[in-house]
């Protein structure tokens, strides 16, 4: 086992804190330690994706493991043998009244289990998320809620380091300022999780959550918990696993502090697991394949989803329709695989002008839909002057062309509540100014005026 450890701690991605302990461990080459070390090392690697169980065709019957981008295999099968004879031990170390999130525990408890196998079938029928703005929040909520049925007694709450939640919209996923946090959370250790000693210590916000539920009757001694929530890996990142918040768990009645410290690691994986595969499967059903944005299906709920906030909060929301100039012009003269490069790179460009919380979609073969919350006329002009500009900019080469191929893109908008207050009225306004862009001589931008002629944005910033 000191040799599979020290292998791990020289090729894996671990987090420095558990390399210094498993050096220690190595170093002391006491037994106990290095098998402490080395169940930490195998459970964090397995629940980042990190470490796979593979099939070998060989006499030996053990399960072997593999590192992602190693050849070597790893057998833990001596180590599996002395976590079951050490399983009635106590594996939790305490580190200034904290619990370290690369402390190992045992199997988790029959109601666990249960509960988190009951909220995975409920996931079987469970819609896909599909906001943007604040997407991490709005996966993370959907993931609480398919918990919630089966907590019982507990109440879960997740607080986002992101700050771009809209808490109106989320009941259980938050965003606390630095001025807004306790003590605890200010003086906590990344990757600890923490005792919390008194319900007047929660967040702010779920204390106003309890306080308003009359149903719910909390004393002030029941049990709490925060506990590490970890972002999905990123395949692409060669960046340890990151930290994205804090799971809080509360208990309405006084529970044993290993057993809701266990529940909440074995949860706060579950959600780390869940958000990943969200994220893998919203890849994959709302992205266009070619551009690597937004599709056509994404912005048809997504816009509705935006138009609803917009109502809801009385502000107001600029959608813009954009379409490549003479894009035939270009598949017929250059070919397909010319014009597959043209949409990239103009997707790219429209991406960089936008904010976070903007959305860009791809409707159509050469057309773009973009949804700008929160966002006034002359804002919008600004952006749509910035972006066409970019594109006029762009200069395209290829090996197998003589010329400088050029682009530029014309755009139609129409300005909630202004030009409309439901999905297809809104659209069919900014198709209509975008058909004038075209008619009135392309890369330009008209905006529906309800008050006269429609207003011309051109990408110099020269204003009609």
Not at 216 to 224: L, P, R
Not at 317 to 323: A, E, F, M, P, S
Not at 426 to 445: E, F, H, I, P, T
Request: overall charge negative; hydrophobic content about 40%; charged content about 25%.
């Amino acid at each position: 086992m000191q040799h599979v450890l020290q292998t791990l701690v020289q090729i894996a991605k671990l987090p420095p804190e558990l390399v210094k302990q498993c050096n220690d461990a190595l170093a002391s080459k006491e037994k106990q330690n290095v098998t402490d070390c080395l169940s930490r090392c195998k459970s964090h690697l397995t629940s980042s994706g990190d470490l796979v169980k593979v099939k070998v065709n060989s006499e030996n019957s053990a399960d072997w493991f593999a590192l992602r981008g190693h050849s070597e295999l790893f057998d833990f099968s001596e180590l599996e043998k002395l976590e079951k004879e050490l399983s009635d031990s106590r594996l939790m170390s305490v580190n200034n009244n904290g619990y370290k999130l690369s402390d190992s525990f045992p199997g988790p408890d029959l109601d666990t289990h249960n509960m988190i196998l009951a909220a995975m079938e409920s996931a079987q029928n469970h819609q896909l998320v599909r906001k943007a703005g604040d997407e991490e929040a709005s996966i993370v909520q959907s993931i609480i809620e398919l918990l919630v049925p089966f907590l019982g007694e507990s109440h879960l709450f997740v607080q986002l380091n992101s700050t771009s939640i809209r808490p109106d919209d989320h009941s259980h996923v938050f965003h606390a300022k630095l001025s807004e946090q306790r003590f605890w959370e200010q003086s906590r250790v990344l990757g600890e999780a923490i005792w919390i000693p008194g319900l007047s210590e929660l967040p702010g916000f779920i204390r106003s959550k309890f306080e308003n539920d009359n149903q719910i009757s909390i004393s002030d001694d029941a049990s709490a918990v925060a506990i590490p929530l970890f972002a999905p890996s990123d395949p692409k990142s060669k960046d340890s696993v990151v930290e994205a918040g804090l799971l809080l768990l509360i208990s309405e009645k006084i529970t044993d502090r290993d057993v809701i410290i266990e529940k909440g690691f074995r949860l706060s994986r579950f959600v780390t697991s869940s958000w990943q595969q969200h994220l893998k499967m919203n890849q994959l059903v709302h992205t266009d394949n070619l551009t690597g944005i937004r599709n056509r299906g994404f912005f048809d709920r997504h816009f509705s989803l935006e138009l609803e906030r917009a109502q809801r909060q009385g502000s107001s929301l600029v959608l813009l329709l954009g379409d490549i100039d003479h894009f035939k012009k270009i598949n017929d003269k250059y070919g397909h695989q010319i014009g597959d490069r043209v949409l990239k790179t103009v997707a790219r460009e429209l991406l960089q002008g936008l904010r976070r919380i903007d959305l860009i979609c791809r409707v159509g073969g050469e057309e773009f839909a973009l949804v700008l919350p929160n966002t006034e006329l002359e804002p919008a002009r600004e952006v749509v002057s910035r972006v066409q500009m970019s594109v006029s900019n762009l200069r395209l080469t290829d090996p197998n062309v003589a010329e400088t191929i050029r682009v530029m893109i014309s755009f139609g908008g129409a300005v909630f509540p202004e030009a409309g207050e439901d999905p297809a009225e809104l659209y069919g306004v900014a198709d209509k100014m975008l058909y004038l862009s075209k008619q009135q001589g392309r890369n330009r931008c008209y905006f529906w005026n309800p008050d006269g002629d429609p207003i011309l944005t051109l990408p110099d910033f020269k204003r009609g």
